[in-house]
């Protein structure tokens, strides 16, 4: 069993910066691909990004690429979410998520995540 705990979001204009941090319980967290997610109001839920469990590989989703980061600390049981140049569309609850997985393979879907956070709120004003 895993538990995870989000950091608290926030409320932020455009163009700033927020990092979400994903605290895991549990001893084998370095053997999970860890994940963010997140939904917006009206939306079903979608893949932010993701790290294997060595943190060597990673996966963007488009909409995302260039301005979030993910990474992890193994040391700490922890995942970050480092988010830059944030825009409107970019608020959502954001959901931390982990899988046991020892490949570098990406999963899109919710359905193949086991554990998850209880998400977190964060809101970008224009």
């Known amino acids: 069993q895993v538990q995870l705990v989000e950091s608290r979001g926030g409320l932020v204009q455009a163009g700033g910066s927020l990092r979400l941090s994903c605290a895991a319980s549990?001893?084998?967290?370095?053997?999970?691909?860890m994940g963010w997610f997140r939904q917006a109001p009206g939306k079903e839920r979608e893949v932010v990004a993701q790290?294997?469990?060595?943190?060597?590989?990673?996966y963007y989703a488009d909409s995302v690429k260039g301005r979030f980061t993910i990474s992890r600390d193994n040391a700490k049981n922890t995942v970050y979410l480092q988010m830059n140049s944030l825009k409107p569309e970019d608020t959502a609850v954001y959901y931390c998520a982990a899988r046991g997985d020892s490949t570098n393979r990406y999963y899109i879907s919710t359905y193949s995540w086991t554990y998850w956070g209880q998400g977190t709120q964060v809101t970008v004003s224009s």
């Open positions: 549990g001893r084998t967290f370095s053997s999970y691909a």
């Open positions: 790290t294997s469990w060595s943190g060597g590989s990673t």
